[in-house]
């Protein structure tokens, strides 16, 4: 160690560490749960579109997702009336 090392200040890399540890939660928590976040926000929007075309009933729309090794599915089913 030389005498101007002493005089230098060596920041850790505290954001640096905080942000990976941070993403390393976050996904954790998506793991566990699931489901992706969009997913609640996706169905309001799809049954929204649908809305403006056939007049449905919010009870006859299913929602379900499932995830597969290297998949995922939505799937969406919607009774529509009969006309």
Not at 20 to 34: D, M, P, T, W
Request: proline share 5%; with cysteine.
């Amino acid at each position: 160690m030389s005498f101007w090392d002493y005089f230098r200040t060596t920041k850790p890399a505290t954001a640096a560490l905080a942000k990976e540890r941070l993403q390393i939660i976050v996904a954790h928590e998506r793991a566990q749960r699931g489901k992706p976040d969009y997913l609640p926000q996706l169905q309001q929007e799809i049954l929204d579109v649908i809305s403006k075309y056939v007049e449905i009933d919010r009870q006859d729309v299913q929602v379900q997702f499932d995830r597969n090794d290297d998949c995922a599915v939505l799937e969406l089913n919607i009774t529509l009336p009969e006309e």
